[in-house]
């Protein structure tokens, strides 16, 4: 089944319900939704898309992203989400590797786009659609066809492919609503964190249960924006990183304001101080819900909902809220412990996942599919222990992984750009525990014989390269990088030093 018939079913039955919202102004009801997508399939179809055909959608938090994205499905289209704080160099590599017939963009990434050499097409999504021209119903698909193409990065190489179908999303979806919370038509969804990931996502279950959908107009987060937008909407929801949490929560608390009309926070995507959860709670009351997942499992490994979250009576509490909740409905999950072996309640070891919600694989990657997933089960590379209650606990995240502001940095990019500059010989990144950004990005920098380069120049040539997010906050030159007899970089020595030059208190990993 193509997940956009839920669009196409929520627009027959509800057609004059609300459904697009930029800030407080109302831009489309459902039918006016439903309409909008047709046009959109039908240029594309007419324009060469076929199913199985690559979208890319490469644009800011615009009403219009919805309908991109049930446009593309709407003709049958793989949808393929970038990030729109990638640099445009980023976001080309990854229209090629996928090969993308055509970019659905707007405004300044549109035009970014166009001075980049890549094979795929643009299509402005700013332009107004001919509404006259219409498909008569979405393209049909089958359950197991993929539907949404996530380029999630790795340690040792380029961004992968991550192959999620419509039955991928539709388990995400179901289990959102039974796992998380009950999505009820007078909900109102912000998108404030990026719709190429989990917000967007979270839009599926909205259409579904007819929904709103609201866009900010500074097409970001802003704490003081989302709660008037709150205020002026009511029975809001919507997804956010654990530092959008903790600054949603201290300025509240110097506006004076409780969060009026915030009725569900699901938080995600990086380490969350302990303290900090418990401030958001005493701050807005019992409207947070915590789910974890991966791009390769989207959402959808364990969640725990918000009364578990408010908790502050039953026996155990604490290390429940230091927990990613239980396994939502759709997955198992287990615990492999170093021997290869499943590891006993409470050991600790490398977390599995297998079920409905787990992706196909890697797209055009069958050695690195093989090696992330074994008879069903999902290798996640994140470490953890299980309780005897079934509450997963995250240790570590494995890989190096750097967590930022809810947005995953992988070293390797950072360090394979440092070392483009001629002055630089050797470079490791690392992570670095932040009270604001859950962790900061530190890159440890061996110069070549004879040649050197200012802090400013580093940072201008990364500017050049990779996104503003992902340049380091802290370049430390070293003489040599520390490694052990076989080469290898000790990245713990190196974490010891920025400890000791920086400072700071580790967060719970969550």
């Known amino acids: ?186 909900h109102a969804a912000i998108y404030s964190a990026p719709m190429s990931h989990g917000a967007g996502l979270y839009s599926m279950m909205h259409v579904l249960r007819s929904a709103r959908h609201v866009f900010p107009v500074s097409r970001g987060f802003d704490p003081a924006e989302i709660l008037d937008l709150a205020a002026f909407h009511g029975s809001v929801h919507m997804f956010a990183a654990p530092t959008m949490v903790k600054r949603l929560t201290d300025y509240a608390s110097g506006a004076g304001l409780s969060g009026d009309g915030l009725e569900t926070i699901v938080y995600a995507g990086g380490p969350m101080y302990e303290a900090d959860i418990l401030s958001a709670v005493d701050q807005f009351g019992p409207v947070f819900a915590q789910i974890y997942g991966q791009g390769e499992c989207p959402m959808g490994i364990t969640a725990m909902p918000k009364s578990m979250v408010a908790d502050r009576i039953s026996d155990g509490w604490r290390g429940r809220l230091n927990s990613v909740g239980t396994a939502q409905s759709a997955v198992d999950v287990r615990i492999r412990g170093v021997d290869g072996k499943l590891a006993p309640v409470g050991d600790v070891g490398e977390i599995e996942v297998r079920g409905d919600t787990v992706m196909a694989g890697y797209w055009n990657a069958p050695d690195a599919t093989s090696a992330a997933i074994s008879k069903g089960w999902l290798k996640t590379g994140d470490i953890g222990r299980l309780d005897v209650q079934g509450f997963l606990t995250l240790m570590d995240r494995s890989k190096d992984v750097i967590i930022s502001g809810g947005t995953n940095i992988y070293p390797r990019e950072v360090e394979d750009v440092l070392l483009l500059h001629h002055a630089v010989s050797e470079v490791s990144v690392i992570g670095h525990p932040s009270a604001e950004w859950g962790e900061d990005i530190i890159a440890f920098v061996v110069f070549r014989d004879g040649n050197e380069a200012s802090i400013e120049e580093l940072d201008a040539h990364c500017i050049n390269h990779i996104a503003r997010f992902k340049r380091p906050k802290v370049y430390h030159v070293l003489k040599d990088l520390p490694k052990n007899n076989y080469g290898k970089v000790l990245k713990t020595s190196l974490r010891d030093q920025a400890q000791s030059f920086l400072g700071g208190v580790e967060p719970v990993q969550k």
């Open 1 to 186: 089944m193509n997940i956009a018939f839920w669009l196409m079913r929520t627009a027959q039955t509800n057609p004059r319900r609300p459904a697009l919202f930029l800030g407080t102004e109302r831009v489309a009801d459902y039918g006016e939704l439903h309409i909008r997508a047709l046009a959109l399939a039908a240029a594309l179809i007419d324009g060469g898309i076929r199913p199985g055909d690559r979208v890319a959608v490469f644009m800011p938090n615009v009403p219009d992203y919805l309908t991109a994205l049930f446009g593309a499905w709407y003709a049958g289209a793989i949808v393929v989400p970038i990030n729109a704080k990638l640099h445009p160099k980023e976001a080309a590599w990854i229209l090629d590797n996928s090969g993308a017939s055509l970019c659905l963009s707007v405004d300044a990434h549109l035009d970014a786009l166009r001075g980049m050499s890549t094979a795929c097409g643009t299509v402005d999504l700013g332009v107004e659609p001919d509404l006259t021209h219409l498909i008569s119903e979405p393209v049909a698909r089958l359950t197991n066809d993929i539907a949404w193409l996530f380029y999630t990065s790795g340690t040792t190489g380029r961004p992968k492919g991550v192959e999620i179908t419509h039955r991928n999303l539709i388990s995400m979806s179901l289990c959102y609503q039974t796992d998380v919370d009950v999505v009820r038509p007078d």
